[in-house]
């Protein structure tokens, strides 16, 4: 699955410079994950960063982009070799 961020972001700006994917964005109320571009860090880490440093623990798996380990893993394979 993709994560989420919900309406209990506080927008203290911890989790953007975490992505490695630059999945993370300041949107018009708060920051807001591309899905397209989120792998849960599958590929750079064992966790999700976002998730780790996130003060209010707003950040959760995003029930409209579900997908397995394998998905994650091809996506983050296509955006590393796109860039």
Known sequence: ???????EC???DVCEPECPNGAITQGDEI?????????ECVGH????????VCPVDCIITDPKNEESKDQ??????????AK
């Open 45 to 52: 880490y064992d966790e999700p960063q976002c998730v780790s």
């Open 72 to 81: 994650l893993k091809a996506k983050f394979e296509k955006i590393s070799a």
């Open 31 to 39: 920051y807001v994950i591309d899905p397209a571009l989120c792998t």
């Open 10 to 12: 506080i927008n203290c």
């Open 1 to 7: 699955m993709a994560l989420m961020i919900t309406d």
